[in-house]
């Protein structure tokens, strides 16, 4: 269950992340990071841009507040259904109604 509180934290941090969704490999590395500091490093390091390390530290920061497989189906969704933020916020508020 998530607050509606909540709710609008994951929107938003999925939303700062929203540069490396479509990247598999960057998810991937982001994934495997033991921080969101370490993410920021090891995106940085491997791309060289700031805009997509800054993203992979909001991921990040989205998988250690969050359950890291809810984190993940919101940005499977952001991705596949390339509706926004604001319908993800709709759908999260839906299915968390109590």
């Known amino acids: 269950m998530t607050t509606p509180e909540q709710t609008s ?9 929203k ?3 479509m990247v598999p490999e960057l998810l991937n590395l982001t ?12 995106v940085l390091n491997e791309t060289g841009k700031r805009k997509k390390a800054l993203a ?27 509706r926004g933020p604001e ?3 709709q759908f999260l508020n839906i299915t968390f109604a109590q």
């Open 9 to 17: 934290r994951l929107v938003e941090l999925m939303t700062r992340s």
């Open 19 to 21: 540069a490396i969704w």
């Open 31 to 42: 994934e495997r990071a033991v921080s969101p500091n370490n993410a920021y490093d090891l």
């Open 56 to 82: 992979a530290r909001w991921y990040a920061v989205a998988r250690r507040e969050f359950d890291p497989f809810l984190v993940g189906a919101c940005g499977r969704w952001l991705k596949y259904t390339k």
């Open 87 to 89: 319908s993800l916020k």
